[in-house]
C-alpha cells in the first residue's frame, strides 16, 4: 500500500533435492580423491597442462627436497625431470591427448632439490576438468633408484664374466691351433 506495507506475497519453488545430493555427493568425492593424494606411499602430483602443480603430496615432497609451497609457488613439473628426459616426457604427454589414451608410464630420471639424481618409475594419467574445462594430469612417481643400481652391476657383472671367459678361451683355441697344425703335415 502507500504507507509501504505488504499486501500480497508472491513466490516461487523449486525442488532441489537431486543437486543438493549431487553437490554433495561431489565434495565427497573430492575429499576422498584429497586424502587418497595426501596418505599415497608413493609421490604424487596434480599439474596443468603447462606444469603449474596444483596439489601434491608428503611423499613426493620427501622424494624431492621441495615443500609442498615450494612445488605450488612457481616450480613446473619439467623442473623435476632431467634435461635428457624432459622433450621425450613432454612428447609422451602430448601424446596421451592427442591420442585419446588415458595414461603413460616410462622411467625417468628425478632431480631433487639437493644431491644425486633419482630414478622414477613415472605413472602419468590425463583427465579434463569439467568444471573449469583444463586438462589435468596425475602423476605418480615410485623411486626405482635401488633396481636401476642392481641392473647396473648385473650389467657390469656379465661384462666382466664375458671378457675374463673370452680371453683364456682365446688364448686356449690358439694354442690348440698351433698343436694341430703340425700335426697336419
Request: charged fraction near 30%.
Amino acid at each position: 500500500d502507500e504507507e509501504g506495507k505488504a499486501l500480497r506475497l508472491l513466490g516461487a519453488q523449486t525442488e532441489i533435492t537431486q543437486l543438493r545430493n549431487a553437490q554433495d555427493a561431489l565434495k565427497e568425492s573430492r575429499e576422498r580423491f584429497e586424502l587418497v593424494l595426501e596418505q599415497a606411499p608413493v609421490g604424487m602430483a596434480l599439474f596443468n597442462r603447462g606444469g603449474g602443480f596444483h596439489g601434491v603430496n608428503d611423499a613426493l615432497c620427501r622424494m624431492t627436497g621441495y615443500s609442498s609451497e615450494e612445488l605450488r609457488g612457481g616450480l613446473r613439473f619439467s623442473d623435476l625431470v632431467s634435461k635428457a628426459d624432459i622433450k621425450g616426457l613432454i612428447r609422451s604427454i602430448e601424446e596421451l591427448k592427442r591420442d585419446a589414451k588415458s595414461s603413460y608410464q616410462g622411467e625417468f630420471r628425478i632431480i631433487p632439490k639437493s644431491g644425486p639424481s633419482i630414478w622414477g618409475l613415472l605413472s602419468i594419467a590425463w583427465t579434463n576438468d569439467p568444471v573449469s574445462g583444463e586438462d589435468v594430469f596425475i602423476a605418480q612417481i615410485n623411486d626405482i633408484s635401488e633396481k636401476k643400481n642392481i641392473e647396473k652391476m648385473k650389467s657390469e657383472f656379465v661384462a666382466t664374466v664375458s671378457h675374463e671367459l673370452r680371453t683364456p678361451l682365446t688364448s686356449i683355441k690358439g694354442a690348440l691351433g698351433l698343436m694341430r697344425g703340425p700335426m697336419l703335415k
